[in-house]
């Protein structure tokens, strides 16, 4: 299984990766506490991911499987509602949103995909397809 790659430009030049560096020197900090930490384990019957999202709603959670790309999505915001006789001179809005996508590898059985979420962790168990394998040769009849 492998993570999909968020940018593959044919084009890209070396002023691209300064200015993105001196981007992240500032943004790093507010851009990684966004996306939620992943743990993919290899069992014997399958693969096992973890995602680490405390806060979140069991409905703030989109799971989309399009071919061999799983895509993991959360679009969050919190509002408070204001009431009567408060005078606001400031009001912040938690808002935030991710999206992690992986390439399956070709064994997943698509039909058995099950997910779950308890206690701040999405749990995503892929099985594997069953494969028959042959002690030999055989010979087969025509009827």
């Known amino acids: 299984m492998t ?5 593959n430009y044919p084009f890209y030049s070396m002023f691209d990766n300064f200015f993105n560096d001196e981007l992240d020197r500032f943004s790093a900090a507010d851009s990684k506490k966004n996306i939620p930490a992943v743990n993919v384990k290899e069992t014997e019957n399958g ?3 973890e995602v680490v999202a405390p806060g979140y709603k069991r409905d703030d959670f989109k799971i989309k499987l ?3 790309l799983l895509t993991i999505s959360s679009e969050m915001s919190e509002t408070k ?3 009567e006789g408060e005078k606001h001179i400031r009001r912040e809005y938690k808002s935030s949103s991710f999206t992690r996508s ?3 590898p070709q064994n ?3 039909e058995k995909i099950s997910a779950s979420y308890e206690d ?3 749990k995503i ?3 594997k397809v069953e494969v028959i394998q042959h002690e030999g040769g055989r010979e087969i009849s025509i009827a």
Do not use: S
């Not at 993570?3 to 940018?7: A, E, G, N, S, T």
């Open 3 to 7: 993570l999909v790659r968020r940018f």
């Open 125 to 127: 168990t892929l099985p």
């Open 81 to 83: 509602e204001e009431k």
């Open 120 to 122: 701040g962790l999405l």
């Open 66 to 68: 399009d071919k061999d």
């Open 47 to 49: 693969y096992h991911l």
């Open 102 to 104: 992986f390439t399956l």
């Open 108 to 110: 997943i059985n698509a």
